[in-house]
């Protein structure tokens, strides 16, 4: 069992930065690939980023590309979010999950490969 508890949403205008963390407690942080995944007003969720359970493979979404970086940090726990360059259409419910991997350089995409979801932080972007 793993819990996951997002932190750092909040309101930002466009073209600033916001940093999420998601803490892990329970069993091996290590054991997991991350992932961040995205709810926007009236559509599904969909993937933004990925980080394996060694931290050396990470792939985005084409929307947040060169502008948000996945990273994480084994003593503490802690996978983050670095959102540049915000854009309206940024604006959702950002959730992370964990997803028990036994390679540790696999990633995944799919929520449903996604075990365990934290309750979710919401991101607003305004002009």
């Known amino acids: 069992q793993v819990q996951l508890v997002e932190s750092g949403g909040g309101q930002a205008q466009a073209g600033d930065s916001l940093r999420l963390s998601c803490a892990a407690s329970?069993?091996?942080?290590?054991?997991?690939?991350m992932g961040w995944f995205r709810r926007a007003p009236g559509k599904e969720r969909e993937f933004v980023a990925v980080?394996?359970?060694?931290?050396?493979?990470?792939v985005y979404a084409d929307s947040v590309k060169g502008r948000f970086t996945i990273s994480r940090d084994y003593a503490k726990n802690t996978v983050y979010l670095q959102m540049n360059s915000l854009k309206l259409e940024d604006t959702a419910v950002y959730s992370c999950a964990a997803s028990e991997q036994i390679s540790q350089t696999r990633v995944v995409f799919r929520t449903l490969e996604y075990r365990f979801w934290g309750q979710g932080t919401q991101v607003t972007v305004s002009s």
């Open positions: 980080t394996s359970r060694n931290g050396g493979t990470t």
């Open positions: 329970g069993r091996t942080f290590s054991s997991y690939a």
